[in-house]
């Protein structure tokens, strides 16, 4: 399966690059190029594209709110937004994730991991650089500024399994780590997760973490 991707950068130079190097993979493909956050939402609309290589800051409407407008489109509920920026601080990690994005990484990134990055939102994980912490989402969460509303009566309809295995990816442990740590298969931990981000109405696992902190399932310095 060929992931189909849309890059939207406003500098034409990167979005070539970043061409290069996608189109250079047997499992990938560029679709589209948008120069800004507008351009991303319409061309997501009509090429349909697997996932979204979005810069946050762009004219016309920059990448937080194409983002927004990306995740909250129920006829592009497929589409993965996966944030490539040189803007890595917190403040920027929570709008991100809050609109919807799947994945934040800087631009820094060496080009393979860049790809592997490309694959893992792709397929349905969430990814975060070093820099994009859990420990960051958590302090800004935990401010009032935040807007957060109170989710944790939501966390009532998950099964003590399901309540475990959120909280697990909330602390950032992949799947074959959680699994290790709970003596069970990996596609069980996929299956509970699954069912945690149903009930709660997350897109993805990124959703399922802001989640989790903004229901005090999980705080800085862990559980």
């Known amino acids: 399966m060929t992931i189909r991707i849309l890059l939207a950068d406003d500098q034409a130079l990167l979005r070539g690059t ?5 189109d250079s993979e047997p499992d990938m493909e560029v679709v589209a190029e948008a120069a800004n956050g507008r351009e991303a939402v319409e061309l997501a609309r009509t090429h349909r594209a697997d996932l979204v290589l979005m810069d946050i800051r762009m004219p016309d409407t920059d990448g937080i709110a194409a983002t927004r407008l990306i995740s909250e489109d129920e006829d592009l509920a497929g589409v993965r937004v996966l944030v490539l920026t040189t803007f890595e ?3 920027h990690v929570f709008e991100a994730l809050h609109a919807g994005a799947s994945g934040f ?6 080009p393979p991991d860049l790809l592997d990055a490309i694959r893992v939102v792709a397929g349905g994980e969430a990814l975060l650089s070093p ?10 969460l935990n401010q009032p500024s ?25 602390m950032g442990l992949s799947n074959d780590e959680i699994a290790e740590r709970l003596f069970v298969s990996t596609l069980t931990v996929k299956t509970h997760a699954n069912r945690a981000m149903t009930k709660l109405g997350a897109r993805d696992r990124a959703q399922l973490v802001v989640m989790a902190y903004e229901a005090g399932l999980v705080r800085a310095g862990g559980a």
């Open 18 to 22: 970043f061409r290069l190097l996608i």
């Open 89 to 91: 601080d917190d403040e």
């Open 105 to 110: 990484l800087g631009k820094g990134i060496d």
């Open 131 to 140: 820099a994009a912490t859990q420990t960051l989402i958590a302090r800004v």
């Open 146 to 170: 935040a807007g957060r509303a109170p989710a944790s009566d939501r966390l009532d309809s998950l099964t003590p399994r399901e309540r475990e295995v959120t909280t697990l990816v909330a």
